[in-house]
T-cell receptor
Framework: NAGVTQTPKFRVLKTGQSMTLLCAQDMNHEYMYWYRQDPGMGLRLIHYSVGEGTTAKGEVPDGYNVSRLKKQNFLLGLESAAPSQTSVYFC??????????????FGAGTRLSVL | DAKTTQPNSMESNEEEPVHLPCNHSTISGTDYIHWYRQLPSQGPEYVIHGLTSNVNNRMASLAIAEDRKSSTLILHRATLRDAAVYYCILRAVTSQGAQKLVFGQGTRLTINP
């Protein structure tokens, strides 16, 4: 019953450091997403993937890179962390159903602080 | 992207019904209405969705206005575990044609014991 698993759960970085957030899903979903959530706000889409080997930019992609080498994994990278990237990061996945079926399943989040 | 408008916060009492409103006056004919909720310190979770007809599931009911410009999420008997931020979302499409969810600020629901 794992669903969507994010690692790590918490991380503190210094400005300029790099790190990778890992998202893994066991539901054989085609689509995967990375969002960020700042205090008091809704989620904003960073990058997404519609299948293995594909990635695309969302609303706020600057400063982030992603890779989807395996269908079950979606990695979010910060090459040179900045304080503005302090946020909670959520990963989500969904199947490729059409019409109204757009149910996304979310992970528990990664809390990142950049000092 | 079509926009939704929700009250910032609402308060209710335990074991009473809760009606969470959402306005979406710019909705298009093919837009589904989705509701998600986010419990404290957790990721969002799907609640319900609908197109034109009212919908029921084990978590909630969704009442959609005849002109589809508004909808109401109904929790029939609120419990303390229903305290969360509730998001009303219309389906949107990225510039590459993929479906996406656009989250607003949502309604923060407080349940009093």
């Amino acid at each position: 019953n794992a669903g969507v698993t994010q690692t790590p759960k918490f991380r503190v970085l210094k400005t300029g450091q790099s790190m990778t957030l890992l998202c893994a899903q066991d539901m054989n979903h085609e689509y995967m997403y990375w969002y960020r959530q700042d205090p008091g706000m809704g989620l904003r889409l960073i990058h997404y993937s519609v299948g293995e080997g594909t990635t695309a930019k969302g609303e706020v992609p600057d400063g982030y890179n992603v890779s989807r080498l395996k269908k079950q994994n979606f990695l979010l990278g910060l090459e040179s962390a900045a304080p503005s990237q302090t946020s909670v990061y959520f990963c989500a996945s969904r199947d490729s159903g059409t019409g109204g079926k757009n149910i996304q399943y979310f992970g528990a989040g990664t809390r990142l602080s950049v000092l | 992207d079509a926009k939704t408008t929700q009250p910032n916060s609402m308060e209710s009492n335990e074991e009473e019904p809760v009606h969470l409103p959402c306005n979406h006056s710019t909705i298009s004919g093919t837009d589904y209405i989705h509701w998600y909720r986010q419990l404290p310190s957790q990721g969002p979770e799907y609640v319900i969705h609908g197109l034109t007809s009212n919908v029921n599931n084990r978590m909630a009911s969704l009442a959609i206005a005849e002109d589809r410009k508004s909808s109401t999420l109904i929790l029939h008997r609120a419990t303390l575990r229903d305290a969360a931020v509730y998001y009303c979302i219309l389906r949107a499409v990225t510039s590459q044609g993929a479906q996406k969810l656009v989250f607003g600020q949502g309604t923060r629901l407080t349940i009093n014991p």
